[in-house]
């Protein structure tokens, strides 16, 4: 696809101009080296000219026609993804406006809200498997982390909350009143690091930000941070004294 885009440029930037000089340049040559110009031949140049013109038209019409349907079903996915990473952003934002619509921002030990939301995060997890554009996989995966930080925030801040009473209010962890245990898996799961996503921190190296630690010695804006810098670099100090 790419070598073909590529020809196809050429096709309608360079080689034609290159092509028709050249053809003209040769009936050009041939007229000047014939002695005497002959009527019949002179009409079979212009006729030969004129098929190997057509012929050449054809050609150029024909790859750009290809570039244009390539160019065409290119964009169209591109815009078909993005509509995917919009809904999906969408409805991951309606599943955490629908958990936490209680007036205290405590989700509310309703089956029904649960399983709600549960539905809307499977279902957004469907409508993120159709994005197709590498940039807008980056993006709604931007996305995503920022949700299961406010979904994660959420549950943590009632914890207490969330008691046995809670879940199964009459007692029964089977009534059709307790929260399903589907839904709860769905969206305690959710809050989760995702499994095979590698921490942009990890690639950090430590001892290379303590170099800085005199240069942020001198900011004196915060004075805690700079309590908080002594005391890691007394520990490093420490452990480095123990291990030897």
């Known amino acids: 696809m790419?070598?073909?885009?590529?020809?196809?440029?050429?096709?309608?930037?360079?080689?034609?101009?290159?092509?028709?000089?050249?053809?003209?340049?040769f009936y050009i040559l041939a007229l000047i080296l014939t002695p005497k110009i002959d009527?019949?031949?002179?009409?079979?140049?212009?006729?030969?000219?004129?098929?190997?013109?057509?012929?050449?038209?054809?050609?150029?019409a024909?790859?750009?026609?290809?570039?244009?349907l390539s160019r065409y079903h290119e964009e169209h996915r591109k815009k078909i993804s993005k509509e995917f990473l919009d809904e999906s952003n969408r409805v991951l934002?309606?599943?955490?406006?629908?958990?936490?619509?209680?007036?205290?921002?405590?989700?509310?030990?309703?089956?029904?809200?649960?399983?709600t939301t549960a539905r809307m995060i499977e279902r957004y997890k469907k409508i993120k498997s159709q994005i197709t554009e590498q940039e807008h996989s980056l993006i709604a995966n931007e996305h995503e982390e920022y949700w299961r930080h406010r979904f994660y925030e959420l549950?943590?801040?009632?914890?207490?909350?969330?008691?046995?009473?809670?879940?199964?209010?009459?007692?029964d962890p089977y009534h059709h009143e307790a929260i399903d245990i589907k839904s709860l898996a769905v969206i305690l799961l959710?809050?989760?690091?995702?499994?095979?996503?590698?921490?942009?921190l990890d690639e950090i190296d430590h001892n290379k930000l303590f170099e800085e630690?005199?240069?942020?010695?001198?900011?004196?804006?915060?004075?805690?941070?700079?309590?908080?810098?002594?005391?890691?670099?007394?520990?490093?100090?420490n452990m480095n004294k123990s291990s030897e």
């Open 155 to 171: 549950l943590h801040n009632n914890k207490d909350k969330l008691t046995k009473d809670y879940f199964m209010p009459l007692g």
């Open 93 to 115: 934002s309606w599943a955490y406006e629908t958990f936490s619509r209680s007036s205290d921002n405590t989700p509310k030990n309703d089956r029904v809200l649960w399983l």
């Open 62 to 68: 024909f790859f750009t026609y290809k570039s244009n």
């Open 213 to 237: 630690y005199e240069r942020l010695r001198l900011n004196d804006d915060f004075p805690g941070v700079v309590e908080f810098l002594d005391a890691q670099k007394k520990c490093c100090a």
């Open 190 to 200: 959710f809050t989760k690091w995702r499994k095979g996503v590698s921490d942009p």
């Open 39 to 60: 009527i019949d031949f002179l009409l079979r140049l212009i006729q030969s000219f004129g098929v190997l013109a057509t012929g050449f038209g054809v050609f150029i």
């Open 2 to 25: 790419q070598l073909l885009k590529y020809i196809s440029e050429l096709i309608r930037c360079r080689i034609p101009y290159f092509i028709l000089g050249a053809v003209s340049s």
